[in-house]
């Protein structure tokens, strides 16, 4: 039991310690999908959107990420939590078209710890915009999530993919 309370205090910790501690290991991150779980992602991948219970469509994203401090997985508005920005983008839109089909911009989010050690982020929705979705079918688009975390870790990883509907 005090080895699980010592586990989570460490965890938890967003101090100049954990920001070192953190910086032991090398940084990265990885944009994947999944709704529930880790599906990494190879360049030309396809990648499917899904109908929600609302009407709208959604593709589902999952991050991987090392060297990073988690944040607080209570609070998704504490200031310790990394932040986390997705956003697809068509590669060869219409004229004058807006290349962004989806995004999720700045969205404060822990990470869970991995059985490696590695933190991971699964399946948030990122929701496309009415209008674009009207057009997908086989469109080449890039998957490109931001992260940023308490510690000033900047981290981005892209992936070129084809997104059509959910396959």
Request: charged share 20%.
């Amino acid at each position: 039991m005090r080895l699980a309370v010592l586990l989570l205090l460490v965890a938890c910790d967003t101090s100049e310690s954990a920001c070192e501690e953190a910086a032991k290991t090398t940084p990265g991150l990885d944009v994947g999908t999944g709704e529930t779980v880790w599906q990494p992602l190879a360049e030309g991948d396809t990648v499917g959107w899904s109908f929600g219970a609302q009407g709208g469509r959604h593709v589902y994203v999952s991050l991987h990420a090392t060297g990073i401090v988690q944040g607080w997985s209570d609070s998704l508005a504490d200031e310790n939590n990394p932040i986390v920005s997705i956003v697809l983008l068509d590669n060869a839109p219409a004229d004058g078209a807006d290349p962004q089909v989806a995004l999720l911009n700045d969205y404060p989010h822990h990470f869970t710890v991995t059985a490696e050690g590695t933190f991971e982020f699964l399946g948030d929705q990122v929701v496309g915009m009415a209008s674009a979705w009207e057009e997908i079918a086989d469109v080449d688009a890039t998957l490109r999530a931001t992260l940023t975390d308490t510690c000033g870790t900047e981290l981005t990883s892209e992936r070129k993919v084809t997104l059509t509907e959910n396959p």
